[in-house]
Structures are given as C-alpha cells and as structure tokens.
C-alpha cells in the first residue's frame, strides 16, 4: 500500500502563494497517478490537480488553471502544488491521493493522506 503525507498548509491573503507537498512511502511503484483533492465546508470534495508518474499528463479543475501547478520528483516520491494568486475560494482541506491508474474522482483513488487545511483571508 501506499500512504500519502501532505505538509505546507497555512494561512495566507488573497493573492498570496503557497506550496504544499506530499510524500508517498509504501509501495510508491502502486502511485502512478497522484493528485491534490479539496474540500471546503458544506462541499463535495473536488479534484485540484493530478499528475502521471512522468509528468507528461496533468489535470487542472478549471478554477485553478493559470493559477496553480503541479509537478513531482520521483526520486523523492513528493508531489508538489505550487498554489499562487490565492483566493478565498480557494479555502479547504487538500488532501494528496495516489492511484496506479490514471483517475480524476476521488471515489477512484486508492490512497490517501489525512489532509492540510488551507485559509485564504479576503
């Protein structure tokens, strides 16, 4: 198996950055496809971003486009979400979540970190 552990979750203004990074450990070859879900009060979770094992295929919800990127590094089995021009929307917990084939719902993905709250003042 494999677990997932996020960190860089903070309080920040609108308009300022963040980075939030997540650590997988287990049987990272089973985290072909990692991704960063969100959930804000009284919502669905929802996808942010996801990305392959090579970095050749990304997903971005459309709220975070232009906005947010996500990237890894395979020798350190971290993956990143480099957060910018932050909105108060933009509020939740994020979790990291992994998966051995490619997914965007969170229903299909097979592990997950316990999460990292973001605040976004206005």
């Known amino acids: 198996q494999v677990q997932p552990v996020e960190s860089g979750g903070g309080l920040v203004q609108a308009g300022g950055s963040l980075r939030l990074s997540c650590a997988a450990s287990?049987?990272?070859?089973?985290?072909?496809?990692m991704a960063w879900f969100r959930q804000a009060p009284g919502k669905e979770r929802e996808i942010v971003a996801a990305?392959?094992?090579?970095?050749?295929?990304?997903y971005y919800a459309d709220s975070v486009k232009g906005r947010f990127t996500v990237s890894r590094d395979n020798a350190k089995n971290t993956v990143y979400l480099q957060m910018n021009s932050l909105k108060p929307e933009d509020t939740g917990v994020y979790y990291c979540?992994?998966?051995?084939?490619?997914?965007?719902?969170?229903?299909?993905?097979?592990?997950w970190g316990q999460g990292t709250q973001v605040t976004v003042s206005s």
């Open positions: 979540a992994a998966n051995r084939f490619w997914a965007v719902l969170p229903t299909e993905y097979n592990y």
């Open positions: 287990g049987r990272t070859s089973s985290a072909n496809t």
């Open positions: 990305i392959n094992r090579s970095g050749s295929s990304t």
